[in-house]
């Protein structure tokens, strides 16, 4: 049993960090933000070194390494605010379909995401943004030796710009459900104007839509435990997402206390605001334990993972909360101005809070896991 | 990083369950007969500690000439998860135990410790601390109790207050002001005064709880002679084992701290079945699930965040966890009495049932007696004022004033 980070982990961090800091400055962030495009950069970065396939097995071109790695290197985008289609490739499509997906469908569709030639997306949650509970607006029917998806999914990452959607439908036998591996072209796609421009979400549409057989990943009817763990390694990546933001919103926020003098001392020397600081940095110490915690029960495959998935994202939410507003707080007019970089985070941080599920409904959930 | 034991750990484990299975005091003895305060040992604590000493369980960390078995780190840690599960405490004194003992090994000269050390592994001698002043609370450097040095003895002068287990201690670990022209911190020596000296008065306190119920105290010390040889470590440099002394064992004692609300939340579950009164359970309240809930997935950041800086202090780095681990913990245990007795209601009024002793290791307290200790908790050892300035300063590098 050991919390702490090995030297190749904390390497791994600090290569990560140094390449972000270089290819993804804040001011690039901005930039999407206020032009609304997305650069190539740092999803090259992360297809030269490795990243996406850092828990993608050998077998299909990836690292081999952990979920941990994998985690480690996801809270650095947070910290980064980093751009592009790393999240939802790496920890949305990629763990679904090595969850699901048949060696070759793996082979066909894992592959190239791990290797940054193309890109995934996935597409679990209903009109309602609910993603805890797989809803029927998206069906699925056979048809012949194919399917026939019929309906739409919603608020999905990188669901207008991904190469490939990974959809999850309700099918009429079995468990109920059924996911496909689809080519984003066939669908319909809506962007939202969303909170964080720089992280887009997209509502799709299949109307009636064939879709060959093997691109149905596993066996539809009997895919539910794929998606849940699926969905356990997604959730517990977005929640380090989060606490990597959280991080980054605490370590600004310290910084200005120090330098923003009135009274003639800096207002860090205050104890109304070191008392934020310090619940800032409780809140995110907690949200990294526990974040830290449900990385290791999905890398060791430990019982607890559904539960440790959903205590991570009810703590990152908790955290976020209490980080984004101490940290415009603590900034002062200047927090609550376009300009300042803060909202930027803040922004990140709350979008991480809403999807795949709130911190609330994992809440609900943790107390349903309890026998409460 | 690992969640998983190694197969050896794990022998430890079981090694030390089926001893304290086979060693444990016998309850109804327990029962009979409670530790009442912080430094009572009743005959079965005394009994026990000294089998947990004799048999190398009660120090394990430590060499075998104390009483050790040389345990590795994490050894050490699944010892305190172990002891924390067991039917007895690992010791009816623990400010001599955990704080005072490691003062003396690392501080006091040889004699003193030839003195001291075994008998308190022994449970022989039962300890209180002095620190705490009716001007020195928050602010401990200011403290004033004076002890001046007359050929070869300190007389001291003074009070302490807030001093636990002072009523059944037989020594107290004393801070006191040996040079009062001196800055603050520097003229502070700790003494190991005889509870039975000439001079010394005690008066204890009753707690909010419950009249007939005291574990801290006022210590008044009029004139009290204490042979020069009782001084610990250097004159006047007594402020190190102020830090120093709460630092010990801080890599392990909040591993306590999260037994004890995990066994909250449980306590708390058992609330959840009970009847709402409107045909449903207290459990079905949505509000009471998320308050619940909010507090399980605290309590388990609690362990967690424990489990990393264990990992530090195992790699022998300094953890700035301890002040956190306290403010959060204390702040969640207030959290939870009220999250259980808000949801009792007036059901939660009846404090009459079960033990009167707030150390009878039997009893479900009352939710409103809970409620009241719970204030106790971001008071006692630092206020959670002074362990955000703590952090702040020490941790986030933020100006003192």
């Known amino acids: 049993m050991d919390f702490e980070l090995s030297e190749e982990q904390v390497e791994l961090c600090r290569s990560v960090r140094s390449v972000l800091e270089r290819e993804c400055p804040v001011s690039l962030v901005r930039q999407i933000v206020e032009a609304g495009s997305l650069p190539d950069q740092p999803w090259r970065s992360a297809g030269e070194l490795g990243w996406a396939a850092i828990a993608v097995p050998e077998r299909l071109g990836g690292l081999g390494q952990g979920f941990q790695e994998l985690g480690l290197v996801v809270e650095e985008h947070g910290r980064a605010l980093a751009p592009g289609p790393f999240l939802a490739s790496a920890t949305q499509f990629l763990p679904l379909v090595l969850e699901a997906g048949t060696p070759e469908q793996q082979e066909r569709f894992a592959a190239p995401v791990a290797a940054g030639e193309r890109t995934g997306a996935l597409a679990v949650a209903g009109p309602s943004g609910r993603s805890l509970a797989l809803d029927d607006s998206l069906r699925a029917r056979r048809d012949g030796a194919g399917w026939i998806l019929e309906g739409s999914r919603h608020f999905v990452l990188d669901g207008d710009t991904a190469d490939e959607v990974a959809l999850a439908a309700r099918v009429e036998e079995g468990d109920g459900v059924g996911l496909f591996a689809v080519p984003r072209e066939a669908l319909k796609t ?28 596993g066996s539809p009817g009997r895919s539910a435990p794929a998606l849940a763990r699926a969905l356990e390694a997604a959730v517990v990546a977005l929640s380090l997402e989060m606490v990597g933001t959280c991080q980054r919103l605490l370590e ?41 915690f449900a990385m290791m029960a999905i890398g060791e495959d430990d019982p607890r993972r559904s539960l440790a998935a959903s205590m991570a994202k009810a703590s990152a939410g908790a955290c976020q909360r209490r980080v984004a507003k101490e940290a415009i707080q603590i900034h002062g007019g200047t927090g609550f101005t376009w300009e300042c970089d803060v909202q930027l985070f803040v922004k990140r941080a709350k979008t991480g809070e809403a999807l795949l599920g709130t911190a609330a409904e994992h809440r609900a959930r943790i107390a349903r896991q309890l026998g409460l | 990083m690992r969640l998983q ?23 109804e003895e327990m029962r009979r007969d409670p530790s009442t305060s912080s430094a009572h040992m009743p005959l079965w604590a005394r009994e026990w500690q000294r089998r947990l000493f004799d048999a190398g369980w009660l120090v394990p960390g430590w060499p075998p000439a104390l009483g050790g078995r040389n345990a590795t780190s994490v050894q050490q840690l699944v010892y305190f998860e172990e002891m924390d599960q067991a039917v007895a405490r690992r010791s009816y004194n623990p400010q001599g ?82 040079d009062p022209k001196a800055r603050k911190h520097r003229g502070i020596s700790v003494l190991v005064i005889d509870m039975k000296t000439p001079g010394i008065r005690v008066r204890p306190m009753a707690e ?17 002679r204490v042979p020069r040889e009782n001084l610990v470590g250097e004159l006047n440099d007594g402020w190190a084992m102020a830090t120093g002394s709460l630092a010990h064992e801080r890599g392990m004692l909040w591993i306590h701290l999260v037994t004890r609300l995990e066994g909250m939340l449980e ?27 909010a507090f399980y997935v605290d309590v388990q950041a609690l362990r967690f965040m424990g489990y990393r800086g264990f990992a530090k202090f195992a790699r022998g780095q300094v953890s700035p966890e301890h002040s956190v681990l306290k403010l959060v913990g204390s702040e969640l245990e207030q959290g939870l009495a009220l999250l259980a007795l808000e949801a009792l ?25 809970q409620y009241l200790r719970s204030f106790g908790q971001t008071i006692a050892g630092g206020t959670s004022e002074i362990q955000r300035n703590i952090v702040a300063q020490r941790v986030l590098g933020l100006p003192r004033r």
């Not at chain 1, 205050?270 to 974040?291: G, I, N, P, S």
């Not at chain 2, 034991?5 to 005091?25: G, S």
């Not at chain 2, 409107?278 to 308050?291: E, W």
Request: a negative charge; hydrophobic letters at 40%; glycine letters at 6%.
């Open chain 1, 190 to 217: 809506e962007r939202i104007v969303g909170l964080d421009a720089s992280r887009p979400l997209a509502h799709l549409t299949c109307p009636a839509l064939a879709v060959g057989p093997e691109r149905a990943l």
């Open chain 1, 252 to 292: 600004l926020s310290v910084e200005h206390a120090k330098q923003r003098e009135q009274f003639d001392a800096p207002i860090g020397s205050f104890q109304a605001v070191q008392h934020k600081c310090t619940d800032m940095f409780t809140a995110v110490e907690k949200a990294r334990a526990t974040a830290w």
């Open chain 2, 5 to 27: 034991y190694d197969a050896e750990t794990e022998a430890f484990r079981r090694e030390l369950r089926a001893w304290i299975a086979a060693n444990q005091p016998d309850v």
């Open chain 2, 97 to 178: 135990l955990s704080i005072i003992l490691p003062s003396l090994r690392d501080f006091a000269s040889p004699e003193l410790q030839e003195r001291f050390v075994l008998p308190t592994l022994r449970a022989e001698i039962a300890w209180c601390l002095g620190m705490s002043e009716p001007g020195a609370g928050s602010d401990l450097a200011g403290l004033s109790t004076r002890a001046e040095l007359t050929d070869d003895h300190f007389v001291v002068r003074g009070q302490k207050v807030w001093t636990s287990g002072a009523h059944f201690s037989d020594w107290c670990f004393c801070f006191v002001r040996t």
């Open chain 2, 208 to 224: 909010l709880t419950d009249k007939d119920h005291a574990d801290f105290n006022e210590v008044f010390f009029d004139d009290v």
């Open chain 2, 267 to 293: 306590s708390v579950a058992r609330v959840a079945r009970r009847p709402d009164g409107r045909g449903g359970r207290i459990g079905d309240d949505a509000r009471f699930r998320d308050g619940y809930a």
């Open chain 2, 345 to 369: 209601g007036a059901e939660g009024l009846d404090v009459d049932f079960h033990s009167r002793s707030h150390y009878d290791e039997f009893a479900e307290y009352p939710w409103a007696r």
